[in-house]
């Protein structure tokens, strides 16, 4: 998947992306990173079709995306949003089975193979004693898990996720993470998504894009883009970048710049 030459801005005075071009590998795991407002959501949107560019373009496998019809386009790409909403009395299997949608008619019923892509995507997030739960009665970690089950279902080589561990708290956002890598490494799923925790990225990155007021000023790998003067330039942070035997690079912060 690649952008060539992206721009596209929610109102004329503002440009939320300008010119950006970037190619998302296969079976690695990318972060978009950037303080608020920079464009990563924005970014991930147009990844995601949700938003057109106004310029340049956008390209799956060879084809603009615009260009795909919507059934034929959920079958290479999955997204699970910031907030996700569904009717509380939704059981765990019956929301995971939404995402077999784009795999046959609105009246066809589910056959086997979706029936084996439920149960292996509920298997894969580690849901099995929760199929018959309510939504509702789930707490955020466990309701992110089920939103990545409905994706994985989808059965796409592609996954995005904007900003999951948002809301939650640290044990569950780095069980999500595990996950993360977890089907990046089993199934050689290509993963984009947007995370805030700069040393949750550094620790679960492959490949790291550093957005700044629209612009893709960074990428590379954790170790070439983090460092003490990028930190500096894009959050006007002083900090310390160190690296353990345990859990590799990592950032201090130990000061706001002048």
Sequence with gaps: MELKQVAFSYNKQVNSLSDVTVSIASNRITTIIGPNGSGKSTLLGVLA???????GSAILDGKVIADYKPREFARKLAVVHQMNEAPSDLTVEKLVA????PHRTMWMPSGKEDDEAVDWAISMTNLQDKRKKRISEMSGGERQ?????????????ILLLD??????????????????RKLNASLGLTIVMVLHDLNQAIRYSDYMLVMKDGELLHQGTPEQVVNEQSMKQIYGMNVVIRSDERTGLYMVPVGISE
């Design 145 to 157: 898990r089920v939103w990545i089950a409905m994706a994985l279902a989808q059965r796409t080589p």
């Design 163 to 180: 900003e999951p561990t948002t809301f939650l708290d640290m044990y569950y956002q780095y069980e999500l993470l595990e996950l993360v």
């Design 98 to 101: 939404f995402g077999r949608m």
């Design 49 to 55: 079709r949700h938003l057109l560019p106004q310029s």
